[in-house]
């Protein structure tokens, strides 16, 4: 089971994904191991991928070979490398973060050589996901999007920092749900602009056992701000949606008075 997210802040992007892989033996039967998902291409540019992972390798050799062109602009430069990324067997689904005209952007990447398929597309949503993504959209919509929603209903944006932590609140949610076996792990990067600089950052390792005690307690001490208490306030409302929460927000300001 896969999960690739990919969240668009007001100050950069953040890409993370579990850290389970599973192998297919050639000769029947199948075993589960921890490695990443999301491996950096160039100096500005990142992929995640999901799918079958036979020849994912040869994927991001081919893009590594060809990082500067991607590092300049990922969606021109895929596009040139069609034919080169046809002639690898592949069935898969990744999300790729970093420059498109000059700004950051998410291009999806989906290849499945047996049905001929090969699409290359700039995404335009806030929140993207790859991999088995069918029984993600009640974790995706209760936790990603209502906050999102939130911070937009009260006029703020989401910065990376804030994403990082929803990034992982929102795919350990999934995990302890039982809808996705994740494996013990998550892998988060981010990609910073400030001005016309790029700056990569890979968060260091969490696993899902230390939610509490390392990452939780990580980010209450560095980052403390709307999201924890956000996310507080919209678990008490049991589902009733960011409305009821402003309303009861606005009532307590009258009480004030």
Same mark, same amino acid.
């Given at each position: 089971?896969?999960?690739?997210?990919?969240?668009?802040?007001?100050?950069?992007?953040?890409?993370?994904?579990?850290?389970?892989?599973?192998?297919?033996?050639?000769?029947?039967?199948?075993?589960?191991?921890?490695?990443?998902?999301?491996?950096?291409?160039?100096?500005?540019?990142?992929?995640?991928?999901?799918?079958?992972?036979?020849?994912?390798?040869?994927?991001?050799?081919?893009?590594?070979?060809?990082?500067?062109?991607?590092?300049?602009?990922?969606?021109?430069?895929?596009?040139?490398?069609?034919?080169?990324?046809?002639?690898?067997?592949?069935?898969?689904?990744?999300?790729?973060?970093?420059?498109?005209?000059?700004?950051?952007?998410?291009?999806?990447?989906?290849?499945?050589?047996?049905?001929?398929?090969?699409?290359?597309?700039?995404?335009?949503?806030?929140?993207?996901?790859?991999?088995?993504?069918? +029984?993600?959209?009640? #974790?995706?919509?209760?936790?990603?999007?209502?906050? &999102?929603?939130? %911070?937009? /209903?009260? *006029? $703020?944006?989401?910065?990376?920092?804030?994403?990082?932590?929803?990034?992982?609140?929102?795919?350990?949610?999934? +995990?302890?749900?039982? #809808?996705?076996?994740?494996?013990?792990?998550?892998? &988060?990067?981010? %990609?910073? /602009?400030? *001005? $016309?600089?790029?700056?990569?950052?890979?968060?260091?390792?969490?696993?899902?056992?230390?939610?509490?005690?390392?990452?939780?307690?990580?980010?209450?001490?560095?980052?403390?701000?709307?999201?924890?208490?956000?996310?507080? /306030?919209?678990?008490?409302?049991?589902?009733?949606?960011?409305?009821?929460?402003?309303?009861?927000?606005?009532?307590?300001?009258?009480?004030?008075?």
């Amino acid at each position: 089971m896969t999960i690739i997210l990919a969240i668009k802040a007001k100050d950069g992007i953040v890409l993370s994904a579990d850290k389970l892989l599973l192998c297919t033996i050639e000769y029947g039967g199948e075993f589960n191991f921890k490695d990443e998902k999301i491996v950096q291409i160039g100096k500005n540019t990142i992929m995640g991928f999901s799918g079958d992972l036979k020849n994912v390798g040869q994927l991001v050799m081919l893009l590594k070979e060809n990082s500067e062109a991607l590092d300049n602009d990922m969606f021109s430069a895929l596009n040139g490398l069609k034919k080169e990324i046809r002639a690898i067997d592949l069935e898969c689904e990744c999300l790729l973060a970093g420059k498109v005209n000059d700004n950051l952007a998410i291009v999806r990447l989906t290849a499945d050589k047996r049905d001929r398929v090969l699409k290359i597309e700039i995404t335009q949503p806030q929140v993207e996901m790859a991999g088995d993504i069918t +029984s993600m959209f009640s #974790s995706l919509n209760l936790t990603t999007h209502q906050y &999102i929603d939130y %911070l937009d /209903k009260i *006029g $703020k944006s989401l910065t990376v920092y804030e994403a990082e932590f929803l990034a992982y609140a929102t795919i350990t949610d999934i +995990s302890r749900s039982g #809808s996705q076996t994740i494996g013990n792990g998550v892998s &988060i990067w981010s %990609l910073v /602009k400030n *001005g $016309k600089n790029i700056n990569m950052e890979q968060t260091h390792e969490w696993k899902l056992n230390d939610l509490f005690s390392t990452a939780y307690a990580y980010y209450v001490k560095k980052k403390v701000g709307a999201i924890s208490e956000a996310m507080d /306030k919209i678990k008490t409302l049991g589902g009733e949606g960011t409305g009821q929460l402003l309303r009861k927000e606005e009532k307590e300001k009258d009480k004030a008075k």
